[in-house]
């Protein structure tokens, strides 16, 4: 099994930054993709940005050019850089990784970003 914690989510006015962690603890020889998702209210779950094993990256159009997504394998921990926010990014951040033998998913319990206006 593996487990991820989230840090650094909190209340941001428009146009400032925050920047996300994701601590995989447990088997995490069995982690391939890391990446993060959002949720706001009312709406589902969508894609923010994904990082391989080796550093390869997909990111939600929307995000592309205000959002990097980086990866310390050493620490076992993925990291998002949100700049240029926005209130539409207001939502919930959940970390994800898929398990490389299986394609289980894991998730995180999430952390609450809010920008203001």
């Known amino acids: 099994q593996v487990q991820l914690l989230e840090s650094g989510g909190g209340l941001v006015q428009a146009g400032g930054s925050l920047r996300l962690s994701c601590a995989a603890s447990g088997s995490t020889f069995r982690i391939n993709v890391m990446g993060w998702y959002r949720q706001a209210p009312g709406k589902q779950r969508e894609l923010v940005a994904t990082i391989t094993s080796g550093g390869s990256t997909n990111y939600a159009d929307s995000m592309k050019g205000r959002f990097t997504i980086f990866r310390d394998n050493a620490k076992n921990t993925v990291y998002l850089q949100m700049n240029s926010l926005r209130p539409e990014d207001t939502a919930v951040y959940l970390c994800?990784?898929?398990?490389?033998?299986?394609?289980?998913?894991?998730w995180g319990q999430g952390t609450q970003v809010t920008v203001s206006s």
């Open positions: 994800y990784s898929n398990d490389r033998y299986t394609s289980y998913e894991y």
